[in-house]
């Protein structure tokens, strides 16, 4: 069983650009969250997605968005990026979203803003 | 505002000994606390989860209380391997929330 593929592993931007990250969670899940990692603040919650809607937002500015396709996929987008956006940027999949169970990670993408 | 410490110093502990870590939170009444792996420059990978109405949890080597009085969380790894060093992270959910509140870690490192 494949597990959570994040693409691409590594990214380099400018500030002021913008970028989009891709998920793909575990064939049958259909939850998809999004966490930002970062040496400071850790694990934060970015949004969770399920049959295309998203469910839940975490505190983060509207420079970040995310939506999820028919097929689960989803994809992550931030605009304008500063330099403070630079981080590991994770994916996780259940099959229902709820937190009454563990979730599968993606190793992550590696996002750096210069 | 809601707050998890685990230890921010590294344990460093011998091959063969059982490691405690602790996950201490506050404003926060959790329905579930789950225990995850990190491994550098991975994603975190799921160990185990415990709910509020169970004290404690076993899975092979690794044993998780769920102390909901003290507000605290203890993960036990008994016969440590070199292998069994990474980062320890804990975190707490809620029924409905779908999302979860993740400590900042601590790092293992079992010496051979």
């Known amino acids: 069983k494949a597990g959570v593929t994040q693409t691409p592993r590594y990214l380099i931007k400018t500030r002021g650009q913008q970028v989009t990250l891709s998920c793909s969670p575990i064939?049958?899940?259909?939850?998809v969250s999004w966490y930002q990692q970062t040496p400071g603040q850790g694990l934060q919650f970015l949004f969770e997605y399920f049959s295309e809607t998203q469910r839940n937002k975490g505190n983060f500015p509207g420079r970040f968005s995310g939506r999820q396709f028919s097929n689960s996929r989803s994809e992550m987008n931030v605009s304008t990026l500063e330099l403070g956006d630079s981080a590991l940027y994770l994916c996780a999949s259940s099959l229902e979203g709820g937190t009454e169970y563990g979730y599968t990670f993606g190793s992550g993408t590696r996002l750096t803003v210069v | 505002s809601q707050k998890i410490e685990q230890n921010s110093e590294a344990l460093n502990i011998q091959e063969g000994k059982t490691a405690t870590l602790t996950c201490n939170y506050t404003n926060y009444s959790p329905a579930y606390l789950q225990w995850y792996r990190q491994d550098p420059g991975r994603g975190p990978v799921f160990l185990l989860l415990i709910r509020e109405n169970e004290k404690e949890k076993r899975k092979e080597r690794l044993k998780v209380t769920f102390d909901t009085t003290l507000k605290q969380s203890l993960f036990h790894i008994t016969a440590s391997q070199p292998a069994d060093s990474a980062t320890y992270l804990c975190a707490l959910g809620n029924t409905g929330r779908r999302a979860l509140t993740f400590g900042s870690g601590t790092r293992l490192q079992v010496q051979p």
């Open positions: 064939s049958g899940h259909r939850s």
